[in-house]
């Protein structure tokens, strides 16, 4: 049933406006829950917390469509005075109302001719129509008894397929989709895979406010930190969609209108008076990822030398992908990492990138815009792909807080402090897996589940004391004192977890047995397992032991069984206590 027959077919409502009728799920700042308009968000956004979406990635879709809307609306800011303008301005989000007034049918759901985020007219050669399940996200394909909605979605309401749509944009897979008329890339009924929609490229971040409003204005980056060129609109601004992929791909995306808007696919749903119970999906506009690190600010970005040799380019960077076993504050040091691909007297390629983003809330705070003991709030999104990237695997949400002053660029040592105490963590966490390794051994195993599992727990009770200890960074405070308190808060942590692996040893691995090692044949048991675990903890965090003579910085990740005398701590050493000197005490 082609939209534009609508007419024909009395059961279909004339409308769903996105401006005025409820489809955006919000958590309000007094707890309550609600759902609103468009308009109504932007009138309520000091009432609003954040959204209270079905999925992470959901949210931060919705959130970009907002951007593109505010930044079209207030056709900027242009600098950071404007910026700072608005920051004041209580009314600032005002504009925006006339606005959506102005472009209501390009809002419309269901419009006959301009369906929000849609391609009119869109079908296949045989006229099919799919379950919402194409669009639907928490539905993983061929797993159906992993979710509450089993067997699958029939019929879903105007509200949830308009946040739907929003996030196939930004969120579908790829694979092999359905080919659809009119599109010269379908072949033999065929839609060959283009890689997931824009977002699912991103390990993405967004700064979050105490309300909507802050969030909204400290994502609002100005032009002049953009690679903006002429002709920066959002879809809706834009002529509408036709089947197969627009013309003028090669000077997009334009800015952050276009990018925040991209049209990954060409959607169709096929609607009645109760609802959505249909749908027509394809590819849409292709955009590739490398090197797009002046285009798209809401991620962090990694060298890679892969791409270069593929592509045979000097230099190519690519979104660094969300990691979902890595919690947000692991990840610190992509946050902390060089604004600038080429960095040195001898220009060498940085590594890696900092998210645009978290390179203009520094420019912000370096400009004294934003005070440096204001706390900000990351907050990190991500979708895992699996199986040649057509279903979702994971989806992953986490935050990390943080004085503003953390970012700054023009005095880094607390950032580079933050940074280091991530790698100290890693050091302390791998110090405790080959623990737990080497008792397995001692014991007869030759397992890795069991580093594995105390790397997981270690890592899970790092993450509170980490959080709480980088929150509570000031200006004011002494990189090295910092350092010296978060190797002592790790060491204490850290050997109590190795006190727990080795009570739980058991006997046979007190008995011990002869193993293999870089240095020949040695005697494992669970003494020897636990002053190798000691050493190795000296070495990961030399300003826990103020005693000890401190290696060199680099020196600091000992080999797995450290069998040289030199390594070896002394019995009245005050980690955790061996298992000989339990026995004899």
């Known amino acids: 049933m082609p939209t534009h027959d609508r007419a024909q077919v009395p059961h279909v409502p004339e409308s769903f406006d996105l401006t005025g009728q409820a489809w955006i799920p919000v958590l309000l700042i007094d707890g309550r829950e609600s759902e609103l308009s468009l308009c109504e968000v932007f009138e309520q956004a000091t009432r609003i917390r954040r959204f209270a979406c079905e999925l992470t990635t959901q949210e931060f879709a919705l959130t970009r469509l907002l951007l593109a809307i505010a930044h079209d609306a207030l056709d900027g800011p242009g600098d950071t005075e404007e910026w700072a303008d608005l920051w004041e301005d209580p009314q600032a989000l005002h504009p925006v109302l006339p606005y959506l007034e102005e472009h209501r ?15 009119a007219g869109l079908r296949t050669g045989k006229d099919e129509v799919f379950s919402p399940n194409r669009i639907v996200a928490d539905v993983p394909n061929g797993n159906p008894f992993f979710t509450a909605r089993f067997p699958g979605v029939e019929r879903v309401t105007f509200a949830e397929a308009a946040r739907w ?19 010269p890339r ?30 909204l204005l400290l994502n609002l980056i100005a032009a002049d930190h953009w690679s903006t060129v002429h002709g920066d609109l959002p879809a809706w601004r834009r ?13 997009r995306p334009a800015g952050p209108r276009d990018l925040y808007t991209w049209q990954s696919r060409r959607i169709r749903l096929h609607a009645d008076h109760d609802g959505v119970h249909g749908v027509v999906l394809t590819y849409g506009d292709p955009l590739t990822p490398q090197n797009r690190f002046d285009t798209e600010p809401m991620t962090g970005w990694r060298r890679s030398q892969a791409q270069e040799k593929k592509l045979g380019r000097p230099l190519v960077y690519m979104p660094r992908e969300v990691d979902p076993a890595r919690a947000a504050w692991r990840g610190l040091g992509s946050l902390i990492a060089s604004a600038a691909p080429l960095q040195g007297p001898a220009a060498e390629p940085a590594p890696e990138l900092r998210p ?8 912000l705070e370096g400009d004294e815009i934003l005070p440096k003991g204001r706390r900000m709030r990351l907050r990190t999104f991500g979708a895992v792909y699996g199986t040649q990237q057509s279903v979702i695997d994971e989806i992953t949400g986490d935050a990390v807080a943080f004085a503003l002053v953390v970012l700054s660029e023009r005095d880094p040592r607390l950032g580079e402090t933050a940074k280091t105490a991530v790698a100290d ?8 897996g080959d623990l737990a390794s080497d008792l397995a051994r001692a014991a007869g195993s030759e397992s890795e589940t069991p580093r594995a599992g105390a790397r997981d727990a270690g890592f899970g009770a790092l993450d509170a004391p980490y959080r709480l200890w980088l929150t509570a960074i000031r200006d004011s405070d002494d990189p090295t004192a910092l350092r010296t308190d978060w190797q002592q808060q790790a060491r204490r942590i850290v050997s109590g977890l190795a006190g727990d692996l080795i009570a739980q040893a058991g006997d046979t691995a007190w008995e011990g047995r002869i193993v293999a090692t870089k240095k020949g044949e040695a005697w494992l048991n669970t003494d020897s ?5 000691r050493s190795r903890l000296k070495r990961a965090l030399p300003l826990a032991f103020p005693d000890t003579p401190q290696p060199e910085p680099q020196d600091s990740s000992p080999g ?20 000989l000197e339990r026995a004899t005490a």
């Open 239 to 251: 002529p509408p969609a036709g089947p197969g992929a627009a013309d003028d791909l090669a000077s």
């Open 165 to 183: 749509v929003v996030h196939a944009q930004a969120y579908d897979t790829s694979g092999i989709k359905t080919g659809v008329e009119g599109d």
């Open 186 to 215: 379908a072949k033999a009924g065929k839609a060959y895979p283009q890689g997931p929609a824009w977002a699912g490229n991103l390990g993405a971040v967004l700064a979050e406010g105490t309300n909507l409003r802050e969030t």
């Open 356 to 363: 645009g983003l978290v390179h203009w809330l520094a420019r």
């Open 560 to 579: 797995p069984l450290a069998t040289d005398p030199a390594d070896t701590p002394d019995a009245s050493d005050t980690g955790t206590a061996s298992h």
């Open 105 to 119: 049918d390009r809002f419309d759901l269901l419009h006959p001719h301009t369906p929000f985020y849609q391609c």
């Open 529 to 533: 397992a636990d002053l190798w675990f």
């Open 425 to 432: 963590a890693d050091l302390a966490v791998r110090a405790l």
